[in-house]
Structure formats: C-alpha cells, structure tokens
C-alpha cells in the first residue's frame, strides 16, 4: 500500500483503517468455491507469520492457537478479547476478502499505536471455516469457539448453508478440547432455536448452567463487542443465545 493511499484509507486521528474503504455484501456463499491458499493439514498452517511476538529463536512459535472467531466480521469480539486473555493465541476466520483485509490492517495498527505486546496475540485468515476447519486445527486444540451473528439462511432449502448444523458440530467437537466452549448468538429468533437445538442433540455438548453464564467474563461480549451486537441493542431488538460446553467422550 503506497502512502497517498494509506492516508486515504487509514484515520489520521486513531491510525486505524476506515471502515467504508473495505465494505462487502453482509455474507457470502459457504459452498461456493473460492480462491485462496489451503493448508494441507495443520502442521502446514505457519502460525509465526500471524504471531511474531510469540516465536521463538528456531522460527517455532511457542503456544498454539486456542480461541477461533468463524465469520470475524470486522473484529470486534477478537479486539476486546485480547486484552482479556493477553497469553491466549486467537485467529479470527473470515470468508470475505474485503473485510479480511480490513481486520488485519486494523490489528496491525492496533500493535503499532498500543502498549507494547498488546493485540500481538489476534490474527486473521481468509478461509471458508465450514470446509476447512481441521485444515487448521489438531484434535482437541481449542477452548473457544465463536459464531456471533451468522448468516441466517432464511429459505429452507439454504439451511444447509448455515454454520451451525449437526454434522459441521462434529467437527467443532473434534478441533474443540473436552471442556471447552461454544458460543452462539442471534437476532434471530428462529435461527436461535435452530442452533440451540442442534446443540442439544448432539451428544458432545451440554448447555452451562445459569451460573456459569453469569460468571463467564466473555458472555457480555456476545452483544456488546461486535457491530452486528451493537446496532441490534441501538435498536433495541432482542438476542438469543446459546452457550454449550464440549464433554469428553466416553467410550
């Protein structure tokens, strides 16, 4: 990017990229095929490229990557969650060219304007997370998963398009650890109910109990860190939420 441009795109006040420069249509097709570069398997994925900060003398980068945002958006969620959890490596997962770029030019100006070491830990890829998830990530290697907002898919003849759905929830049983969480939220009613009842016939997940929600740091960003949250509560529309934890498998 020559500097006539970067001016052009990037805020003088904040140094961060302007949004309006990367806008895109609101989703894309899931199972349309797109170009761009596909691991082979995820000890193909070089992370050190995404986490420099976190690499070590060898090129080898020293923590895996344990939180996955799919369908990012702009970031948002991945912003406000790496100052809460500084230590934990998070990729965000997006489909969309334009505003995968935007994400990432966003965290970069983030590392270059902020404390030093913040938002060193956040990163982006362009991929189609309903294909290629254990493209990325090993058997039981994350904590967190994140489907804030996902397309709806109102026909039903697309709902095989959705993000959420009995079989992609075996893969996101597989990449997830035993323990560990997914969340889901909604401004669809009826997309809600779709996905939390997918998640509770699946035998791999369990809904938390109230108190575990309440006492979850994370749940009161569902809404508030995203900007599809943020002009729902403008709004005043309601949300629906779905927060289920990964058993372990018993034989």
């Known amino acids: ?23 895109a249509r609101a989703h894309s097709n899931p199972l349309s095929d797109s170009h761009f570069p596909i691991p082979i398997s995820p000890a193909h994925v070089d992370f050190s490229l995404h986490f420099p900060k976190f690499v070590e003398a060898d090129n080898k980068i020293i923590k895996k990557v344990e939180f996955a945002d799919i369908g990012c958006g702009f970031g948002g969620l991945l912003i406000s969650l790496a100052t809460l959890f500084p230590d934990t490596l998070m990729i965000g997962m997006e489909l969309r060219d334009k505003v995968t770029e935007y994400v990432k ?41 994140f489907f804030l907002f996902p397309d709806p898919h109102f026909k039903e003849k697309n709902h095989r398009r959705r993000v959420i759905s009995t079989h992609l929830l075996d893969e996101y049983a597989y990449v ?60 005043g529309g309601q949300t629906f939420r779905a927060v289920f934890r990964r058993i372990a498998y018993v034989s």
């Open 105 to 145: 030019e966003r965290i970069l100006a983030l590392r270059r304007t902020s404390s030093e070491g913040q938002y060193e830990n956040i990163s982006v890829v362009r991929t189609n997370s309903m294909k290629y998830i254990p493209n990325y990530f090993e058997k039981g290697q994350l904590s967190k998963m």
């Open 176 to 235: 997830l650890r035993a323990g560990g969480i997914i969340y889901t939220i909604t401004d669809v009613e009826e997309l809600g109910e779709w996905m939390k009842s997918c998640l509770e016939k699946h035998p791999m997940f369990e809904s938390l109990t109230q108190e575990e929600l309440v006492s979850d740091p994370v749940v009161e960003l569902l809404c508030s860190a995203t900007e599809e949250g943020q002009k729902v509560a403008r709004n």
């Open 1 to 23: 990017m020559d500097n006539e441009t970067k001016q052009t795109t990037f805020s003088k006040s904040t140094g961060l990229p302007r949004k309006r420069f990367y806008r």
